[in-house]
């Protein structure tokens, strides 16, 4: 349990975190500091970035009417940012009573039906059984969360628990470790939930006890569905308890988590553990102190001592050690891996033995490091007597990245690739050629002096641009689109006359997107990228691009609808919404990126509506009474007014939109106005939609020259 030294030391917030709060920027915060005697004074912090009591800062909001009540999620995860024990043990404590309330919610109702005095006495033995029961004995706890549980702690655990009676146990712990993730990315490496689903479909459905020695946060064992047994370990013991709640929250496997180096201190050896069916991995990489010295005669090394310099072949024999025989490993791995000198002993004994089947090279971008196209090795324990297979499979989704992620994994067209292809495999030992893509290759082939395994060497090219007649489509779409380009390009304006110049300076008045939005002329809402789990996802790049929803969502904690609803309620009285509600586009909306450079705006068409929004995008719903949407999106794009709204930083520039000016005019008057602005966006559509296209032509022809497929005639 966490330690009360502060107990009833209120939590803390900063001035960004009271400006996400009121559902307005920074700036403004500044503002009501400097302007307002009663605005309650700094508690913590430093002299540039102060905090302030939590509960001070609600109260005066209350009063002056800029705040109607602060989220329930919120303040509860407030009160674990501020925790003094820290965030962790914080989150530590909220799953282990979450983990209660899911288990035994008669037990939790009888508990909290008293004092925070008698909850206190009665919580531990009653934590402790429920955790003996699904996360077993020896389960890894910080020090911090450890201690007795004292009466100063349970409005956490209350606040918690309420959290999960409108949410969800489950969706209520997923929520507050999403956040402490967000707030913390450099001290993570995560596995996004795309790549996790893939590794854990390629284990297979026969996988019913299943290990992670690098569990990290846990989300390729959550992938895993229908498991019976999952166990957990990593070094960072705070990341095994989390894993270990989060894992026993989300289904009814037995669950097993232990800290500890699994290369050095193997908590889940064959010996004791015994073997499981399949084994997930995003082990760590090019770690040089990964036990090559005091691990030399191991017996987990069947198929060669790793050099020091090639740890992620430690992970795959580590893999291999715990799999029944016929279990499936598959690990994410750099791509380094497969041809580098020092590994190629081991890696051609894996493909004699038949312990490696498939090496699938990812997109750029799929996981972390973003800039390298990272490999998953799909690994099978060999049968004794088995013989090993022809073969090794090669798979190549470098082309299936999405370009409007910029890069980033198209996951639904990368999962049917390498599931087609392995399923094929995997039955029959081999798949038919599909250039650029997929190819069983002889493993006779493989065994030269490199032992090179990287698929895009041992693949055919694919035909240029996609063959012949590909790129004949895309030369007649160009010339289509560049006729539209040319019937909608905007005539050069007249020159202005004397009167002309008269009537401009007679200006109509000026009103901002912060007034328009507390008059209820619009609403005003903050993207969260979180939504139900596979719902399209709106992004910054393809507002950009003006692509359409490239995104997925990878399932978020909602609400009860009467939840949802008095938070929209209230949001919409501020000219905001509920902070981390899903928020969808409708057709008419104006979108606006609100981080890098600024005068981008984007009014949602019928191919975008019904998406979610995602971060960094504020999304603007007018009244179509009183505002015209392609005028609201045109004057939000012009050059000084963004540069009127925009802030920077050291490394960013951000623009607070309600800041954006335009002028107040009839309706009719706007509807003028639109008809330009959305003349003058058709044009720009096309400009890069002939943009995209030249550039496909053009490579498809270089390709084409250059291999072959297409003569200088």
Known sequence: MLEDTAADAAPEVTAAEIARLAGVGRAAVSNWRRRHADFPKPVGGTETSPSFALPDVEDWLRAQG??????????????????????????????????????????????????????????????????????????????????????????????AAELAAELGARKAFEFLLGRHLDANPRQYTLTPDGCATLMAALAGPAARTVLDPACGTGTLLRAVPGATALYAQDSAPELAALTGLRLALHGTAQVRAAAGDSLRADAFARATAGPVDA??????????????????????????????????????????????????????????????????RIRADLLRRGALRAVVALPAGAAPPYGI????????????QAAPPAGLLLVDTAALASDGQG????????????????????RTGSVPEVAGVSRTVPVIELLDDEVDLTPARHLPPPAAGGGIAELAAV??????????????????????????????????????????????????????????????????????????????????????????????????????AGADEPVLTEAGDVVVPVVGVGGTARVIGPAAAGAVLGRNLHLLRADPAALDPWFLAGFLRGTA???????????????????????????????????????????????????????????????????????PG
């Open 66 to 159: 800029k705040l109607a009540e602060v989220p329930l999620r919120e303040r509860v995860w407030q009160q674990i940012a501020s925790h003094p024990a820290g965030a962790v043990a914080a989150l530590v404590e909220t799953g282990g009573a979450l983990l209660l309330v899911h288990e035994r919610p008669t037990d939790w109702l009888e508990l909290t039906a008293g004092s925070d005095e008698r909850m206190a006495a009665r919580l531990a033995p009653l934590l402790d059984q429920v955790l003996a029961t699904r996360l077993g004995p020896g389960r890894p706890l910080p020090a911090a969360a450890t201690a007795p549980p004292r009466p100063g702690g349970m409005p956490l655990l209350r606040a």
């Open 407 to 426: 890069g980033r994994a198209a996951w639904p067209a990368v999962h049917r690739a390498v599931l087609d292809a392995w399923t094929a495999y995997d």
């Open 475 to 576: 030369r007649e779409r160009l010339d289509e689109t560049l006729g539209r380009a040319a019937r909608t390009t905007p005539p050069v304006p007249a020159a202005a006359t004397d009167a002309d110049a008269g009537a401009a300076g007679a200006r109509p008045p000026l009103t901002t997107i912060g007034e328009l939005a507390r008059a209820g002329a619009l609403l005003l809402r903050a993207g969260t990228g979180t939504g139900p789990e596979g719902a399209p996802v709106l992004t910054e790049h393809d507002v950009y691009t003006g692509s359409g929803p490239t995104g997925t969502a990878a399932g978020a904690a909602t609400g009860t609808a009467a939840g949802t609803a008095a938070g929209t309620a209230a949001g919409t009285a501020a000219g905001t």
């Open 373 to 384: 196209p990272l490999q998953l090795w799909v690994l099978r324990r060999p049968a004794p």
């Open 279 to 344: 084994v997930l991995c995003h082990p760590p990489f090019n770690e040089r102190n990964w036990g090559h010295e005091d691990l030399a005669y191991d017996p987990r090394w069947e198929y060669g001592f790793p050099a020091r310099t090639e740890s992620e072949l430690a992970w795959v024999q580590h893999a291999l050690a715990h799999l029944r025989e016929g279990g499936t490993a598959v690990l994410l791995m750099p791509p380094a891996v497969a041809s580098r000198r020092s590994g190629r």
């Open 641 to 711: 007014n963004n540069r009127r709204a925009s802030s920077h930083a050291s490394t960013a520039t951000r623009l607070d939109v309600r800041r954006l000016r335009l002028p107040r005019l009839p309706l009719a008057e706007q509807r003028h106005y639109g008809d330009r602005f959305r003349a003058l966006a058709e044009f720009e559509d096309a400009l890069r939609l002939a943009g995209r296209l030249g550039e496909q032509l053009v490579q498809g022809l270089y390709d084409g020259l250059s291999d072959g497929s297409v003569t």
